[in-house]
Nanobody, 122 residues
Framework: QVQLVESGGGLVQAGGSLRLSCAAS????????MAWFRRAPGKEREFVAR????????YYANSIQGRFTISRDNALNTVYLQMNSLKPEDTAVYYC???????????????WGQGTQVTVSS
């Protein structure tokens, strides 16, 4: 099983950009679908974006479509989330997760990072 550590969160003004990174340990990183989820204050954790093991297939939540881009570098065991045109409603703790299944369902993810806070000011 992989262990995941996120970084790159912070405070940004609306319209700005941030790039989150998720470093994975373990030699089986390339076997996993990787995803980003987020949890806003008072809300349930929600799916943001997912990428296949090869990186060729991605899938996004409607709310961030066209603004966020997920990518991965299997040589570096790292997955990224480039976030552009950020809005105050994007404020949340962002989590990286790994699954052996092609899924966007929270409980089907086997490994989770500790989360990184993203705050977008208006």
């Amino acid at each position: 099983q992989v262990q995941l550590v996120e970084s790159g969160g912070g405070l940004v003004q609306a319209g700005g950009s941030l790039r989150l990174s998720c470093a994975a340990s373990g030699r089986t990183f390339r076997d996993y679908f990787m995803a980003w989820f987020r949890r806003a204050p008072g809300k349930e954790r929600e799916f943001v974006a997912r990428i296949s093991w090869s990186g060729r297939t991605t899938y996004y939540a409607n709310s961030i479509q066209g603004r966020f881009t997920i990518s991965r570098d299997n040589a570096l065991n790292t997955v990224y989330l480039q976030m552009n045109s950020l809005k105050p409603e994007d404020t949340a703790v962002y989590y990286c997760a790994a699954s052996r299944s092609n899924t966007i369902v929270v409980h089907e993810y086997d490994a989770w990072g500790q989360g990184t806070q993203v705050t977008v000011s208006s």
